[in-house]
């Protein structure tokens, strides 16, 4: 079972690049986030999905666009990289937050330059 | 928003238990407590979660106190793999989802 895999693992973006960074989860979740780590600080949560078709913002939405592309895969889009979103990206994925346990992603570090 | 309230450090000699508190003294009914630690910078793990018993697992027991403003995570024989960052998070329900926020938690360092 692999759990939550990112990719990549780690990239180094011109600023005004954009990427997407993929996620994808194998355990038939029905919930995927999007977190983003800065040095010093806790998880931010950037955007999450619910479900399936939906998806919503949270703390940090700017600058970053989603997709819910099926019920594996939740992908996070940086449409043009800013030196200010150099950070730590986790994605996590979970039943329903309220009852069940989150398992995480080992993490895509992302340098803007 | 059921905000935390962590210490944002402690230290714990090996062996020994580890009481790591957290406030969460807006806590709604049905709203769960749940612990998460981080090492170093890999994905934050699981601990354990609960919402008005306490509970305890494999790895750790949460003590949650009768008015649930404040818990407790214990680690009962702390050892230096324990050294972590340490979260407690009340997932708020929002759009009828529940959100989970993250603060700074609280940076466990368990010495020889």
């Known amino acids: 079972n692999a759990g939550v895999t990112q990719t990549p693992k780690f990239q180094v973006l011109k600023t005004g690049q954009s990427m997407t960074l993929q996620c994808a989860q194998d355990?038939?979740?029905?919930?995927m986030y999007w977190y983003r780590q800065d040095p010093g600080m806790g998880l931010r949560l950037i955007y999450y999905?619910?479900?399936?078709?939906?998806?919503d913002k949270g703390e940090v939405p700017n600058g970053y666009n989603v997709s819910r592309l099926n019920k594996r895969e939740f992908s996070l889009r940086l449409e043009s990289a800013a030196p200010s979103q150099t950070s730590v990206y986790f994605c996590?994925?979970?039943?329903?937050?309220?009852?069940?346990?989150?398992?995480f992603g080992q993490g895509t570090r992302l340098t803007v330059v | 928003d059921a905000k935390t309230t962590q210490p944002t450090s402690m230290d714990c000699a090996e062996g020994r238990a580890a009481n790591l508190p957290c406030n969460h003294s807006?806590?709604?009914?049905?709203?769960?407590v749940y612990w998460y630690r981080q090492i170093h910078s890999q994905g934050p793990q699981y601990i354990i979660h609960g919402l008005k018993n306490n509970e305890t697992n494999e790895m750790a027991s949460l003590i949650i106190t009768e008015d649930r403003k404040s818990s407790t995570l214990i680690l009962p024989h702390a050892t230096l793999r324990d050294t972590a960052v340490y979260y407690c998070?009340?997932?708020?329900?929002?759009?009828?989802?529940?959100?989970?926020?993250f603060g700074r938690g609280t940076s466990l360092i368990v010495h020889p």
């Open positions: 998070i009340v997932p708020h329900l929002s759009g009828g989802s529940y959100i989970p926020t």
């Open positions: 807006t806590i709604s009914g049905n709203e769960y």
């Open positions: 999905s619910a479900s399936e078709g939906t998806t």
């Open positions: 996590a994925s979970s039943e329903q937050w309220a009852e069940s346990e989150a398992f």
């Open positions: 355990m038939n979740h029905n919930s």
